[in-house]
């Protein structure tokens, strides 16, 4: 297995729901930044939201502002991703990754791809209307 492993995608029809997980090993979990990113065929992966599991801190794009919801569980070195009222521009793969130290939000660098230094095997997401 991976350093981080996610579960919890599939198929769902427009407005439904559905929780990605994400479990990391612990030495990349602690008080670094975790990140869900997306990606369909042809376009490039774009940041969806994020958590400084140092203290919950918590990011969206402004996509998925309140209708997604990103959080962690330190027991179970666990960040998820809860996604509500899906939408079809919704499907796609969906990613976690980590980003050692802070999440970038002040200098901008949130969702930068390159900082993010591991990367999970991908989860699909499909919405259909």
């Known amino acids: 297995q991976g350093l981080l492993v996610e579960s919890g995608g599939g198929s769902v029809q427009a407005g439904g729901s559905l929780r990605l997980s994400c479990a990391a090993s612990?030495?990349?979990?602690?008080?670094?930044?975790m990140g869900w990113f997306r990606q369909t065929p042809g376009k490039e992966r774009e940041g969806v939201a994020a958590?400084?599991?140092?203290?919950?801190?918590?990011y969206y794009a402004d996509s998925v502002k309140g209708r997604f919801a990103i959080s962690q569980d330190n027991a179970k070195n666990t960040v998820y991703l809860q996604m509500n009222s899906l939408k079809p521009e919704d499907t796609a793969m969906y990613y976690c990754?980590?980003?050692?130290?802070?999440?970038?939000?002040?200098?901008?660098?949130?969702?930068?791809?390159?900082?993010?230094?591991?990367w999970g095997q991908g989860t699909q997401v499909t919405v259909s209307s």
């Open positions: 612990g030495y990349i979990y602690s008080s670094n930044c």
């Open positions: 958590i400084y599991t140092g203290r919950g801190s918590t």
């Open positions: 990754a980590v980003r050692m130290g802070g999440c970038g939000w002040y200098d901008g660098t949130l969702y930068r791809t390159d900082l993010y230094s591991h």
